[in-house]
């Protein structure tokens, strides 16, 4: 089965244009060139809906795996060392990709935190510059439901450990957003490798 979903997810990316932009085994993103879903209200400026964004996608195959008991500082430390050097790397990219050039923001959509749920989540994304707001599925509660049932056979399939204290019912989406000019300020200044 869980073959199956990997083949599946694999199709999707392929489908919604999710694409790899390095090959650096430490990297946990993925992107996609989209369109905003909806109008987003970021710091005094606006990004209109079906303006070209930058979506971030976790590379799940790279995620370190969540140890039985749950996640511990250990876990915690590496995989927040993780997700800001592939921040870094996808502003890299962003200054040397001219398909990337005309995003107004980078962000997206998550089941991994919710605002009512994991506030030590949506705090940590805040820190890191994001604004953190409910998701808006186009498809209202239906297409929320579909999407958090894909999203739990992910974590399923990549990190079963993940699941632990998350049933599918118990899955809330948000969504996560960064001026693009702010994302290059806050995660370009510094070039590494």
């Known amino acids: 089965m869980r073959a199956l979903i990997r083949c599946f ?4 990316r392929q489908a919604y244009g999710v694409f790899e932009f390095c090959d650096d085994e430490d990297c946990v993103l ?3 060139i989209a369109r905003a879903p909806h109008t987003l209200r970021l710091d005094s400026q606006v990004v209109d809906a079906g303006e070209p964004v930058l979506v971030l996608h976790l590379w799940n195959e790279h995620l370190p795996p969540l140890p039985l008991a749950g996640p511990d500082l ?3 430390t590496r995989m927040g060392r993780l997700f800001i050097a592939s921040l870094r790397a996808v502003a890299r990219q962003m200054k040397h990709d001219p398909r990337l050039a005309s995003g107004r923001a980078v962000g997206g959509a ?3 935190l919710s605002p009512a749920e994991r506030p030590g989540g ?3 994304m805040q820190r890191l510059g994001f604004t953190v707001m409910p998701c808006h599925s186009p498809l209202g509660r239906f297409g929320e439901f579909w999407e958090n049932f894909y999203s739990w056979w992910l974590m399923w399939t990549f990190n079963a ?3 632990r204290h998350r049933g599918l019912m118990r899955l809330h989406r948000a969504e996560i957003w960064m001026l693009a000019d702010e994302f290059l300020q806050r995660y370009g200044a510094r070039e590494t490798k």
């Open 122 to 124: 949506v705090h940590l």
């Open 74 to 76: 250990a876990w915690a």
């Open 9 to 12: 997810d694999a199709l999707l």
């Open 30 to 32: 993925r992107l996609q």
């Open 161 to 163: 450990a993940s699941l």
């Open 110 to 112: 998550t089941a991994l």
